[in-house]
């Protein structure tokens, strides 16, 4: 049960590492152009606004505290996927779709351009895709591995890649 906790705790540390570093290097290094590795406005106005170190602290919290709010079985050293997860990725597949359904043609017409639309509608897909499939293995299996993988997963979806900016710059 202790274990299990540390697993919690370490998952947690490497959602906010991660969530900190990606967008980071991404904006950087500006990988493949039109960003749609990470392709949220927020990371950029963000770090135009408060500078890329303090965007990054910001983030780090950020993963880790979403990851504790996405997780709460998990930190009490339990895995039980329930009716919440399947209800609640449910509702965010239908806003992701939807999401796409309006915010399509802006994304032809203006950045990322109709290559970039396409891919990052295609990423989107193999995340939501993998989502499914990780709740799927997690309401099998029942074990705590499988719940945290999903929790994890779920967690960087949705810091990363939920609802990506298609559209005009502001």
């Given at each position: 049960m202790v274990r299990n906790r540390?697993?919690?705790?370490?998952?947690?540390?490497?959602?906010?590492v991660a969530f900190a570093v990606f967008p980071m290097l991404s904006l950087r290094w500006y990988f493949f152009y039109p960003y749609p590795a990470?392709?949220?406005?927020?990371?950029?106005?963000?770090?135009?606004?408060?500078?890329?170190?303090?965007?990054?602290c910001f983030a780090f919290l950020a993963g880790c505290g979403i990851f504790a709010i996405a997780s709460p079985?998990?930190?009490?050293?339990?895995?039980?996927?329930?009716?919440?997860?399947?209800?609640?990725?449910?509702?965010l597949t239908?806003?992701?779709?939807?999401?796409?359904?309006?915010?399509?043609?802006?994304?032809?017409?203006?950045?990322?351009?109709?290559?970039?639309?396409?891919l990052i509608f295609a990423f989107s897909l193999i995340w939501l895709v993998?989502?499914?499939?990780?709740?799927?293995?997690a309401s099998a299996r029942q074990s705590y591995f499988s719940a945290l993988a999903y929790h994890f997963?779920?967690?960087?979806?949705?810091?990363?890649?939920?609802?990506?900016?298609l559209g005009e710059m502001i």
């Open positions: 540390e697993y919690w705790l370490g998952a947690a540390l490497l959602c906010g990470i392709p949220t406005l927020f990371w950029l106005v963000l770090a135009e606004r408060l500078g890329t170190l303090m965007t990054g079985t998990l930190a009490r050293g339990k895995a039980k996927i329930g009716k919440a997860q399947l209800i609640g990725l449910g509702i239908s806003l992701q779709l939807l999401h796409f359904g309006v915010s399509w043609r802006d994304g032809y017409k203006y950045a990322p351009g109709p290559s970039g639309t396409r993998s989502l499914w499939l990780l709740l799927r293995l997963a779920f967690t960087m979806w949705l810091l990363i890649y939920a609802f990506p900016w």
